[in-house]
T-cell receptor, first 115, second 113 residues
Framework: GAVVSQHPSRVICKSGTSVKIECRSL??????MFWYRQFPKQSLMLMAT?????????EQGVEKDKFLINHASLTLSTLTVTSAHPEDSSFYIC???????????FGQGTRLTVV | GDSVTQMEGPVTLSEEAFLTINCTYT??????LFWYVQYPGEGLQLLLK?????DKGSNKGFEATYRKETTSFHLEKGSVQVSDSAVYFC????????????FGSGTKLNVKP
């Protein structure tokens, strides 16, 4: 199956700093990418959907100025958590779809800890 | 709008027991259905899929049949192993709208030796 690489897998940052998470599709062109936040009791919360070359569509309640999403090319999307606070600590997961099939492929996830 | 509902867990089974995790959906358009599995500390992996009514997806001993009449896509396995312990997510996507991808809340499966 198609491969999505997410980096870093773990990051610890200080409160007030910014963190960038990368999501790359390695062997297909990702026309649509999704960013999720996963809470301790496993539920996935969709944060935003992005299409290459256009602005991301954020879900209700997600601050777009805090969670900056850039889908600059068909193989790369980035999520930047700006001015991170301890409550932003979570597991963030990206996924990607291409035009070739109905499924989405997931990155390995990033465990963000803000201290 | 479109949505996916799956049974709440956790589900605890003994090794070699039969597994069923229920999933029902609500959708307009032409949904494709999926089961994803998440092992601790990892992202989600596609387990199986079905793209049209009456299709059966299967992989690693798991099966699910796309039932349009009951809007269901229940996951089954005849004999679970300890290594099947994970969280299972039911999901749907729309064939023609690439921005639509919906997940259920996930069901945690614990298999005891």
């Amino acid at each position: 199956g198609a491969v999505v690489s997410q980096h870093p897998s773990r990051v610890i940052c200080k409160s007030g700093t910014s963190v960038k998470i990368e999501c790359r599709s390695l062997d297909f062109q990702a026309t649509t990418m999704f960013w999720y936040r996963q809470f301790p009791k496993q539920s996935l919360m969709l944060m935003a959907t992005s299409n290459e070359g256009s602005k991301a569509t954020y879900e209700q309640g997600v601050e777009k100025d805090k969670f900056l999403i850039n889908h600059a090319s068909l193989t790369l999307s980035t999520l930047t958590v700006t001015s991170a606070h301890p409550e932003d600590s979570s597991f963030y997961i990206c996924s990607a779809r291409d035009l070739g099939g109905p499924e989405a492929f997931f990155g390995q996830g990033t465990r963000l800890t803000v201290v | 709008g479109d949505s996916v509902t799956q049974m709440e867990g956790p589900v605890t089974l003994s090794e070699e027991a039969f597994l069923t995790i229920n999933c029902t959906y609500t959708a307009t358009g032409y949904p494709s259905l999926f089961w994803y599995v998440q092992y601790p500390g990892e992202g989600l992996q596609l387990l199986l899929k079905a793209t049209k009514a009456d299709d059966k997806g299967s992989n690693k001993g798991f099966e699910a049949t796309y039932r349009k009449e009951t809007t269901s896509f229940h996951l089954e396995k005849g004999s679970v192993q300890v290594s099947d312990s994970a969280v299972y997510f039911c999901a749907l996507s729309d064939r023609y709208n690439f921005n639509k991808f919906y997940f259920g809340s996930g069901t945690k499966l614990n298999v005891k030796p």
